[in-house]
C-alpha cells in the first residue's frame, strides 16, 4: 500500500515570498490533515478535511495560510505572505479512522 | 497550555533493558492515547495506541500503560533495540466532535546504546 506522499520535501524561501506544499493521501482515506511541526515540538494541528470539506481549521493562520482538497483526495497548503516564524516541518497525514499516517514532511525554510 | 506533556526530552538506555517513556495530560476530555516513533527525515510513525476504557495494551515488545486518575500514560518497551532510538511522541484525541485531531506532546529523544 502506498503512503502519504509529499512534494517538495524541502523549500528555501525569502520572507514575504509565497509557497505551496502538496498531498496525495492514502488510497481511501477519507480524512485528510495538515499539520506544523516546528523544531523542538510536536506537531500541532492545522487543518483537518473530511472528504472535501473542512472539519476543523481553528489553528490555521487565515490571514497567510490556506489550504483547499479538490474532489476529496490531493490537498494543498498554501503560504502567503511567508514569516521568518513559519520555519518548519508541514506534515500531512491521512486516516481512515483515528490513527493519522504521516508523509515524510516539507522542510520549509524562510530567510 | 500544553494539553500533552512529555517532561523527559531525552532518555538514554542499554540495549536489552527496558525504556518507560512517561506522558502526562490535563484534558479530561481525552479518551484514547496513541503513540508514534518518528525518525530523522520521515514523518512520524503510529506505533500503539490505548483508548480510555483500558488501562494497558501490548503489542510485541511495546505495551502502553494508562492510569486515568493521575492523566498519566507510559509507553515501554521490553527489551529495548539499538533499531528503537528514535523520537517518541505522545497523542491524545478528545473524540466526540474533535474525532480525530490529535494534540501531540514536545517529544523523547531515545537512545538505545549497543
Known amino acids: 500500500e502506498a503512503g502519504v506522499a509529499q512534494s517538495p520535501r524541502y523549500k528555501i524561501i525569502e520572507k514575504r515570498q509565497s509557497v505551496a506544499f502538496w498531498c496525495n493521501p492514502i488510497?481511501?482515506?477519507?480524512?485528510l490533515y495538515w499539520y506544523q511541526q516546528i523544531l523542538g515540538q510536536g506537531p500541532k494541528l492545522l487543518i483537518q478535511?473530511?472528504?472535501?470539506?473542512?472539519?476543523?481549521d481553528s489553528q490555521l493562520p487565515k490571514d497567510r495560510f490556506s489550504a483547499e482538497r479538490l474532489k476529496g483526495v490531493d490537498s494543498t497548503l498554501k503560504i502567503q505572505p511567508a514569516k521568518l516564524e513559519d520555519s518548519a516541518v508541514y506534515l500531512c497525514a491521512s486516516s481512515p479512522l483515528i490513527e493519522a499516517f504521516f508523509g515524510q514532511g516539507t522542510r520549509l525554510t524562510v530567510v | 497550555d500544553q494539553q500533552v506533556k512529555q517532561n523527559s526530552p531525552s532518555l538514554s538506555v542499554q540495549e536489552g533493558r527496558i525504556s518507560i517513556l512517561n506522558c502526562d495530560y490535563t484534558?479530561?476530555?481525552?479518551?484514547?492515547f496513541l503513540w508514534y516513533k518518528k525518525y530523522p527525515a520521515e514523518g512520524p510513525t503510529f506505533l500503539i495506541s490505548i483508548s480510555s476504557i483500558k488501562d494497558k495494551n501490548e503489542d510485541g515488545r511495546f505495551t502502553v500503560f494508562l492510569n486515568k486518575s493521575a492523566k498519566h500514560l507510559s509507553l515501554h518497551i521490553v527489551p529495548s533495540q539499538p533499531g528503537d532510538s528514535a523520537v517518541y511522541f505522545c497523542?491524545?484525541?478528545?473524540?466526540?466532535?474533535?474525532?480525530?485531531?490529535?494534540?501531540f506532546g514536545q517529544g523523547t529523544i531515545l537512545t538505545v546504546h549497543p
Open positions: 484534558n479530561s476530555m481525552f479518551d484514547y
Open positions: 497523542a491524545a484525541d478528545a473524540g466526540g466532535t474533535s474525532y480525530g485531531r490529535l494534540t
Open positions: 488510497s481511501g482515506h477519507a480524512t
Open positions: 478535511f473530511q472528504n472535501n470539506g473542512v472539519v476543523d
